[in-house]
């Protein structure tokens, strides 16, 4: 085995890419999410180490001690991260120069033969579901017989093999929890809307569901859900137990639509009432009343939900798959069943206008999630979205953040400027957090759990100094041109 080190690199300050890149994500308050992409492989190499930099205020130079005892060193990097990351490695290389480092993640999975020409400081990639491909790099295996792999040979010449079939023996890989209590410090994430201290994790890839900005399955994941067993994932649900005894207060199954297949959501769901734990999940809008009920009755305290906008003509040109109608009645259902709900909706989709984005933000009123977070759509290359873009004529701009790290839009339209779309997101959270609907829960919150108290005046500092970072970069953009 190789000395093998998984790498997410430090990043600048207030570094937001948005839900395609890699965290942290500094949005509406600063969020670091886990390490979830690179901890699957860490966890299929004996002897690796996992260094998520940004959540642990790691620098350049920290890394670099670290990375001068390892022979291989993958990092994961996204399109808006890619230079800054390329940075890091050059730095290990210029200390190191005969240490193998290779990239990780969806820009490089769908761009790997441009990432390899224009950045030849990095000797390979791994596309697509890497996790087997990392492991095989780690044994020494000839890297013209890795599947999923693309490389630079020592005469510089770019190769790249054959594709590497999806991983559906689920059951079969390690469980990351352990490379979470050896590596990681579980204080260091934070997420607003999830209690603290959480864990996030994966029980399986894929989504049968078609949104076209959706990055993981049109480039990673694909649209078939492949999972592990219910009884897999009790069994490492009572090894999380074990490791972390009362430490974490939320277990986040982050799966892209974990109630997808209800029956085996219920399954699980019993084996969290089982051992008393607290567990929230991504979920769609469309989920019934019993089956809400059942999962609430087994420990579900919060659902993730993408509600995207509130025009079903945005929603019908994204390929959501839900009707607004539907979305109200699932909404009904967790006020009723006392189900929180964070709401996460995306400004400047295709078919948006100043009359589609006043409809979205008074149907997030309407419905009332307990938190939202509003995001600028963001065509990612290796998605449908990304494609349209191109052959509309739709980009503005190639970067995806400014300077300050802050999430800026790239696309316009005939009737919609980027600069609207940007403005439209503060315009978002001031009508939705302004009202006594969405203040007087948080107030409670705050009141009964002074954990709570302290994490809450700390966010809404972050967020009225996001909102006034937003407004200053974008006056600052509109003087420029």
């Not at 890419?17 to 699957?40: D, H, V």
């Not at 990780?104 to 790997?112: D, W």
């Not at 025009?311 to 006020?335: P, S, T, W, Y």
Request: glycine content about 6%; charged content about 25%.
């Amino acid at each position: 085995m190789k000395k093998t080190l998984f790498l997410s690199p430090p990043s600048f300050d207030g570094f937001d890419g948005g839900a395609g890149s890699r965290y942290q994500a500094k949005r509406e308050i600063t969020s670091f999410w886990y390490p979830t992409w690179l901890a699957q492989p860490a966890a299929l190499v004996p002897g690796s180490k996992l260094v998520d930099a940004p959540p642990h205020n790691q620098t350049v130079e920290d890394v670099l001690k670290i990375a001068s005892d390892y022979e291989l060193i993958i990092m994961h990097t996204s399109t808006p991260s890619l230079p800054n990351d390329v940075k890091c490695a050059e730095a290990i290389k210029a200390q190191k120069p005969d240490t193998q480092i290779g990239l990780i993640g969806a820009h490089v999975a769908v761009l790997p033969d441009v990432t390899l020409r224009e950045n030849p400081i990095i000797d390979f990639v791994c596309r697509h579901e890497f996790d087997y491909t990392c492991k095989e790099l780690a044994e020494s295996k000839a890297w013209d017989e890795i599947k999923g792999l693309s490389y630079r040979d020592n005469n510089g010449n770019i190769h790249h093999n054959e594709d590497r079939p999806l991983i559906h023996d689920w059951d079969a890989m390690s469980s990351v929890l352990p490379v979470y209590a050896r590596d990681l410090d579980i204080t260091k994430y934070f997420i607003g809307y999830l209690l603290h201290p959480y864990i996030s994790f994966y029980t399986g890839r894929g989504c049968p569901a078609k949104c076209t900005f959706c990055l993981w399955p049109q480039t990673i994941g694909g649209h078939m859900y492949r999972t592990k067993s219910p009884e897999a994932v009790g069994r490492e649900m009572e090894e999380a137990k074990a490791i972390f005894g009362d430490k974490v207060r939320e277990y986040m199954f982050d799966d892209d639509t974990f109630t997808i297949d209800k029956q085996r959501a219920i399954a699980i769901s019993k084996h969290m009432k089982r051992l008393k734990l607290t567990w929230s999940c991504n979920a769609r809008a469309n989920l019934d009343y019993d089956t809400l009920k059942e999962l609430r009755d087994n420990g579900l305290r919060l659902l993730l939900v993408g509600f995207e906008s509130g025009n079903q003509q945005v929603l019908d040109g994204i390929k959501k798959g839900i009707k607004l109608e539907v979305a109200r009645k699932f909404m009904e259902n967790c006020h009723k069943l006392g189900i929180t709900v964070h709401g996460t909706f995306i400004i400047g989709l295709p078919n948006e206008n100043q009359q589609t984005i006043e409809e979205t933000i008074r149907f997030a009123c309407d419905i009332s999630p307990h938190t939202i977070q509003v995001s600028i759509a963001a065509p990612y290359p290796g998605t449908e979205l990304y494609q349209q873009a191109q052959e509309n004529n739709w980009f503005s701009d190639t970067s995806l953040v400014a300077n300050s790290g802050i999430q800026m839009s790239t696309l316009q339209y005939p009737n919609l400027a980027g600069a609207e779309i940007e403005d439209a997101v503060e315009r978002m959270y001031r009508r939705f957090y302004f009202r006594p609907q969405a203040i007087v829960p948080i107030v409670g919150e705050m009141l009964t759990d002074p954990q709570m108290l302290i994490r809450r005046l700390r966010e809404g500092r972050e967020f009225f100094s996001y909102l006034k970072d937003r407004r200053s970069q974008g006056t600052a953009k509109t003087q420029s041109v």
